[in-house]
Structure formats: C-alpha cells, structure tokens
C-alpha cells in the first residue's frame, strides 16, 4: 500500500527501502555530530563548510575529522561505483547491488557498535575509527542509492528535495520528498534522543537493527 501511494507512476520495488535508508542517515548523522565532535559522516556539505569555517578563524570541530569525513565518504561511493559496474545480469543487477550495500552497510555500523562498546567514543583513536565506518557505509549507501536512480529519494540530500517540494505542483514526487524529509527528521531525533538520554552505543544499535531489517526485506522481495 505505501509503495502504491508513494510510487504509483514508477514501477519501483526500492523506494519505500530507500525512506527506512533515509532514517537511518539521520541516526548516524546524530551520532556523529554530537558524539564525534560536530562532524556528519553523511552530509559531506556541512563538512565542507565547516573546513571552510575553519580556515577562516572560526573552529567548529576538528579539520581532521571532517576531512576523515570527506575521505571515508568518497571509498565508500567509489566501492559503489566499481560494484555496480562489475555485478553482472543486467536485470538482477539493482537488486543484488541493493542487498549487498546494505548488507555491508549493516556489518560496518555493527563494527561501529562494537568499537563504542569496547574503548568509548572521546577519545582521538576511537574517533577516527568511528568517523571511517560510518562514512565509508554512508558514501556506500549514497553511491548505491545514486545507481538505483529512484526519483525524489537520495537519503541523505535534503535542500534539494525541499527545493523539489516547495517549488513543484502536488503529486507522486511531492509525497516522495515529504516522506523523505519526514524520515530524517525522525532519524535525527531519535539518533540524537538516544544520544543524549542514552547512550551513543544504543543509537548505533537502533540504527544496525533497522540496516538488518531494511537488508532482511531487500532479499525477501527478489
């Protein structure tokens, strides 16, 4: 039912995967900014600025973790590029890509879990570490979500999309980029609730959780 009323003129089997991917870039992008020292490991434009801050005087966070940031972001969009150049069967291709980036996108925010638990997030090391997992499995994610091309769904670019809403006429891409925004702002708020009033270590678990459920219902439905 969600995938007729968000997709009734595409014949698309990812997008309503694609909104759960947006919730979860949220949590991450949580978890990073207020855990990691105000760096996003997904919205690789507010790292942007910030090195740009910071060269102008002004320090917001480390210039190495946004740059860390960047880095691990760009691996992670260029394995998603050479996957989805070399995964062959044209017509299996988008699904197979899908399952495996998620996949992998769920071990690496698992291994992000399990850092956290054994030595902390304040410290340097335990930082970078963190920082290069979840932006290497946010640039996956981004370098497959740019391959599958759904329309109005990117996960993680939301000036665009609110762009698209405000300017547009309603229809079919107006509810696709008002789920879109919607999730990451649930994303967010969970992430950063249970940052705050938690733990870093249980927003990271709610967000592999969800990962495992969106991979669990990519291979269901191919």
């Known amino acids: 039912m969600i995938r007729r009323w968000l997709f009734p003129d595409l014949p698309e089997r990812h997008g309503h995967l694609l909104v759960m991917l947006t919730v ?3 949590m991450v992008d949580a978890v990073s900014f207020l855990g ?13 600025v910030f090195l740009g801050f910071g060269l102008a005087g002004y320090q917001t966070s ?11 972001f760009a691996v992670g969009a260029w394995a998603a590029g050479r996957l989805t150049r070399n995964l062959p069967a044209p017509t299996g291709r988008r699904a197979r890509v899908f399952e495996v980036a998620v996949g992998t996108q769920t071990l690496l925010v698992g291994a992000a879990l399990v850092v956290t638990l054994t030595f902390g997030h304040s410290h340097p090391a335990p ?21 599958l091309a759904v329309p109005d769904l990117a996960t993680n ?15 079919p891409p107006s509810r696709r ?4 925004i919607v999730a990451m702002f649930l994303g967010a708020f969970v992430g950063a609730a249970l940052h705050l009033h938690v733990a870093v270590w249980a927003a990271l678990l709610a967000a592999m959780l969800l990962l495992a459920f969106t991979t669990a219902l990519a291979f269901r439905q191919t």
């Open 157 to 171: 670019v939301i000036t665009t999309t609110l762009t698209g809403l405000a300017a547009d006429p309603p229809g």
């Open 127 to 147: 930082r970078m570490v963190l920082i290069a997992l979840l932006g290497f499995g946010e640039g996956l994610q981004m370098g497959t979500v740019r391959a």
């Open 24 to 26: 979860v870039t949220g």
């Open 177 to 180: 980029r008002l789920v879109s």
């Open 36 to 48: 990691l020292g105000q760096v996003f490991v997904a919205n690789m434009t507010g790292n942007v």
């Open 62 to 72: 480390d210039a190495w973790a946004s740059l860390l940031a960047i880095a691990a």
